[in-house]
């Protein structure tokens, strides 16, 4: 198994469209990339601790390869905002890859570079890619969030769009 880490906004949209993927084994929402220990999530809303949400995610390779991963994270979320998914404002929601080792750097940095060069957003892409450090696992109640709770108004209004656009898109690397 093999790890990826990822920042595009808030966690319960990203852990929701991971976790359907023939491949991932696990995704857990938490906090990575700040400058205190075992964060809450109040304390990272605040955007005081330089923590981003991100989701942790154990993946087999021989079955859905870091890049395909990447592909998805970059699809499913604006790459283009810095420090802001939608409604959402502030570092904590910014678009980063923390990459856990020099190969999965250099293919972040490539498509980045590729995605940019080829037009696909009309704006550029501010993606941070840095290395993985720690990974706090957010609160109990973040974790599988969106299918513990789809009757929620944010469910409802943005995480559930999201998903139901990105099953379409991605249906054939969908679990059964």
């Not at 790890?3 to 595009?8: L, P």
């Not at 969106?146 to 409802?156: G, H, S």
């Amino acid at each position: 198994m093999e790890y990826a880490t990822f920042g595009s906004g808030c966690f319960w949209c990203t852990e929701a469209i991971f976790n359907q993927l023939k491949g991932v084994s696990k995704v857990i929402s938490g906090y990575s990339g700040g400058k205190i220990s075992n964060p809450t999530y109040r304390e990272v809303c605040s955007g005081l601790t330089g923590h981003a949400e991100v989701v942790h995610i154990e993946f087999d390779p021989a079955v859905i390869s870091y890049e395909e991963l990447l592909s998805i994270f970059w699809r499913t979320h604006d790459p283009t905002t810095l420090n802001r998914q939608g409604a959402d404002k502030g570092t904590q929601y910014r678009s980063v890859v923390f990459y856990h080792s020099e190969e999965q750097k250099e293919l972040a940095e490539k498509i980045k570079v590729d995605l940019d060069a080829s037009g696909a957003f009309d704006n550029p892409i501010v993606t941070e890619i840095t290395a993985f450090d720690k990974f706090y696992a957010a609160e109990d109640y973040h974790q599988n969030y969106f299918e513990n709770n789809p009757e929620q108004a944010y469910c409802q209004a943005v995480v559930r769009p999201k998903v139901e656009k990105f099953e379409k898109v991605f249906a054939d690397r969908l679990k059964a």
